[in-house]
Structures are given as structure tokens and as C-alpha cells.
């Protein structure tokens, strides 16, 4: 498993903000492209990060636990 720390980043900005579009304009990225990254990272993992829907984004089990790592 190869984990970026571009993707770390993208991670913890999705946490901070729980929302894609305030998240992806504190990274000075698009959307879509945070988007890409995280379905990526989740792909690599083989595991949702977080739950998402129009009202809210919240880390899932697994993606609190990687969230505690990504902290570090």
C-alpha cells in the first residue's frame, strides 16, 4: 500500500472541514480533483474513509482510525 503525503493532507483538510468544496479551496485544489484523490486513497485501502451526501461528511470507523494515523 502506497500512501502519499499529498493524500494525508487531502485527509486530514476533509476532516478539518467536512465539506469537499471547503476543503478543496483550503488546499487550492478543485473539487473534483479532491474528490479523485480521496476515491484513490480509499481504492488503495480498499475501504470508505468517510460517508458522505449532500448534508454531511463524516469519517467512517476505519477512516477516524487513519485519521489519528495521518495526525501523527
Same mark, same amino acid.
Given at each position: ?5 499529498? /493524500?494525508?493532507?487531502? %485527509? ?13 479551496? $483550503?488546499?487550492?485544489?478543485? /473539487? ?24 454531511? %461528511? ?5 477512516? $477516524?482510525?487513519?485519521?489519528?494515523? $495521518?495526525?501523527?
Amino acid at each position: 500500500m502506497k500512501v502519499e503525503l499529498r /493524500q494525508l493532507r487531502h %485527509v486530514l483538510a476533509i476532516d478539518r472541514h467536512r465539506n469537499f468544496a471547503r476543503a478543496a479551496e $483550503a488546499l487550492s485544489l478543485t /473539487q473534483p480533483a479532491l474528490t479523485r484523490s480521496l476515491q484513490s486513497l480509499e481504492g488503495e485501502l480498499g475501504a470508505r474513509l468517510f460517508d458522505r451526501d449532500r448534508a454531511r %461528511v463524516e469519517p467512517t470507523p476505519i477512516g $477516524a482510525r487513519f485519521i489519528e494515523r $495521518a495526525r501523527l
